[in-house]
């Protein structure tokens, strides 16, 4: 085949996929809701924090609080956003925009509903199976707003098969602080992790935030007898804020001063002096 031939196959298709595209903007307009005659799509363009002026984004808030829960099913959609993979790519961006840009507009959009987005929560949960991962790492930034609600389904996504997706989760709960204490269970899980990176993280969030350490201590204590060093130093670097259970953890610890792995001992010194300083 030539190449005028070539173009003038191509010539229908993208006229026919331009209409598509503009097709499904109406579509999307007419499906989401309105508010002070505009829709909300509209609005949230006020949460480009690099393009939008501060009373810009105030009004975004604003018309996003008034509008509720109404809201959720567009949000959910966005926080979804996919660009297609075809010559219908940049027909779909100039209508819709940017899929990242529209997922951040969807985590802000569903901050500013506060209490209200926790409405959510069973789709949120269905998100984070998604095969695309920009997907899973916005839907996991929506329920981090949500307190312990979201830290508990969020947490589910620490057996996800995505390495960057696990760290993501064990950093975002080691920032809820206190908030991720429901997580505590799942956490101490990922000081098994075949990453390094995560298991030391999921430690770190472990000391700090506020768990009953009762509840945890066999399965630290079992860990340190894990065929894994990261696993073993890790859960050593954990016990040495149990400093109301010393009497156990200490000779645990201390029988750790011989293992042929150096973070390993290194770990287990440095809890022990946090023990008896």
Partial sequence: MNNASTKILLGPLVIFALL???CAFYQSQHKQPWYSGRSLGSWMRGFDYHKAT????????????????????FLLSELGAQEPKNPARIFHVTVFGVASERQKRAVRAFAALGEAGKHAIPALNKLLDSEDINTVVHTIRVLSEMGQDGAWVMSRALTNANGDIRYTVVNTLYNMGTNASVAAYRLVQCVNDSKPEIAYHAAS???RIEVDSGALLPILLKNLKSTNPTCRAASAMILGSYTNQITIVAPALVSLSNDPNTDVREAASNSIHELTK
């Fill in 20 to 22: 598509l595209s503009i």
């Fill in 54 to 73: 501060p009373e810009q984004q105030k009004l975004a808030v604003e018309a996003v609080s008034h509008i509720g829960t109404n809201a959720i099913p």
């Fill in 205 to 207: 969030a472990l000391s």
